[in-house]
């Protein structure tokens, strides 16, 4: 939690740096900030379309730059490695680390998974309205009538049941869990390789891995952000069609 306090209130102040003195022709932080919300910005219009981006751009755009900048200050030297522990015959073993990757704890990843979802009902009911959204759900498709309708309602209401049990429970799960597991491995790769190499080698053999580290913790922040507005187009597609 200290970790991803810090992380939130260091990206708030370098907005707000960047934002201090807006400038016509901008340069130098305010560019790269704008160059950052732009990029976003016309990545998720090409996915959810240009009149639902609107709703959902903040969200998005903000849990991919929080994700990405968790990801990367969790290989600060010194993360998972500095804390409580006790003395081995390979030399002393952190147990209980000071400071923790953000997203190596998996009740972070579950929290913003958790949100995205209801966040997603929101927006699905915004789409379609309650009553559409319920049909949606659990109304018989294809437009079929008469004794076809009836004949056909009780499958679509088991898959609508299906449908729920997949928005509250598969989704977040695996938001979840790929998160977390992808960053996970990683921590405990960089000090498994900390302790099998010795001192003086560990911080020249280890680049690769930091290498390879900052590309997962970029992938894994896009694939959580795209995740959740392939989900989103998938609720909102109805609308959209419509305009």
């Known amino acids: 939690m200290v970790v ?9 102040l370098l907005v707000q740096a960047g934002t201090r003195k807006v400038q016509l022709l901008p340069g130098g932080l305010q560019n790269f900030l704008e160059f ?5 910005h016309s990545l998720l219009e090409g996915i959810i379309g240009p009149h639902f981006v609107k709703r959902t751009f903040p969200f998005m755009a903000t849990v991919f730059i929080f994700i990405l900048a968790c990801n990367w200050t969790g290989l600060i030297p010194g993360f998972a490695t500095i804390g409580w522990g006790h003395a081995t015959e ?13 997203n190596a704890d998996v009740n972070m990843t579950m929290s913003m998974a958790v949100t ?6 929101v927006w699905y009911v915004q789409a379609h309205g309650v009553g559409g959204a319920i049909n949606h759900l659990f109304g018989p498709k294809g437009g079929v009538k008469g004794a076809a309708w009836w004949a056909l309602l009780l499958i679509f209401i088991f898959v609508g049941v299906l449908e729920l049990v997949s928005i509250f429970f598969v989704r977040p799960l695996g938001l979840t869990i790929r998160l977390f597991g992808n960053i996970y491995a990683g921590d405990n790769l960089l000090e498994a390789m900390g302790d099998i190499i010795p001192a003086p080698l560990s911080a020249l053999t280890m680049l690769p891995f930091y290498f390879l580290e900052l590309i997962v913790g970029f992938v894994q922040a896009l694939v959580f952000m795209l995740l959740c507005a392939a989900f989103t187009t998938a609720a909102i597609m109805h609308e959209e069609e419509g305009h």
């Open 36 to 40: 950052v919300v732009e990029s976003l």
């Open 90 to 102: 390979h030399g002393f073993k952190v147990t209980t680390p000071l400071l923790r990757p953000v």
């Open 116 to 121: 995205f979802t209801l966040l997603w009902c």
């Open 4 to 12: 991803a306090w810090v992380v939130a209130l260091g990206l708030i």
